[in-house]
T-cell receptor, first 115, second 114 residues
Framework: AQTVTQSQPEMSVQEAETVTLSCTYD???????LFWYKQPPSRQMILVIR??????QNATENRFSVNFQKAAKSFSLKISDSQLGDAAMYFC????????????FGKGMKLTVNP | EAGVAQSPRYKIIEKRQSVAFWCNPI?????LYWYQQILGQGPKLLIQ????????DSQLPKDRFSAERLKGVDSTLKIQPAKLEDSAVYLC????????????FGDGTRLSIL
């Protein structure tokens, strides 16, 4: 079974600075997808960024980028120019290429942005 | 487009009572998921529907939880009887059902068991 580990329960960053959230996963599969979701206090899970395992190029979405290291099974999220609205719980998630499309989530990390 | 709709937003019941949650997915989304998110943890899949058929219910406590998706659109999740450990946020998500398509989540229902 696949597992996702987020070892840092909380982090803080100053507004306008850069922060990196770490995530590792365990799988025996070669094809899969990785995601970062943001969950503000309103509870709705919002997709931040996704990465296909077969792509070597790291995904980027505006201020958000990932460092995907397939051999190390590492998938970190970098937030540049942090904004107050980035404060939330961040979840790393894994999904298999085939079979059930369920997401396997990590325990999450609380990000605080200080003005 | 309208997002995933869930109701109620909050529910408080006593243990051993029953409760039901409702979810309306994004129009055209064939796949619907129910996740349970216990405080301090990431969501855990309870059940996945493809249209009105069950794809994965391996982590659904079937002695007390049930779910249905009549006509392949709306879905209800029921707990009967509820236990204290069922206190959680219940999230509904939907997707087009293709591997490269993301899941879209609703706002969830926060269930408190007294």
């Amino acid at each position: 079974a696949q597992t996702v580990t987020q070892s840092q329960p909380e982090m803080s960053v100053q507004e306008a600075e850069t922060v990196t959230l770490s995530c590792t996963y365990d799988t025996s599969e070669s094809d899969y997808y990785l995601f970062w979701y943001k969950q503000p206090p309103s509870r709705q899970m919002i997709l931040v960024i996704r990465q296909e395992a077969y792509k070597q190029q790291n995904a980027t979405e505006n201020r958000f980028s990932v460092n995907f290291q397939k051999a190390a099974k590492s998938f970190s999220l970098k937030i540049s120019d942090s904004q107050l609205g980035d404060a939330a719980m961040y979840f790393c998630a894994y999904r298999s290429e085939g079979g059930s499309e369920k997401l396997v989530f990590g325990k999450g990390m609380k990000l605080t942005v200080n003005p | 487009e309208a997002g995933v709709a869930q109701s109620p937003r909050y529910k408080i019941i006593e243990k051993r009572q029953s409760v039901a949650f409702w979810c309306n997915p994004i129009s055209g989304h064939a796949t619907l998921y129910w996740y349970q998110q216990i405080l301090g943890q990431g969501p855990k899949l309870l059940i996945q529907f493809q249209n009105n058929g069950v794809v994965d219910d391996s982590q659904l406590p079937k002695d007390r939880f049930s779910a249905e998706r009549l006509k392949g659109v709306d879905s209800t999740l029921k707990i009967q009887p509820a236990k204290l450990e069922d206190s959680a946020v219940y999230l509904c998500a939907s997707s087009l059902g293709q591997p490269n398509q993301p899941q879209h989540f609703g706002d969830g229902t926060r269930l408190s068991i007294l």
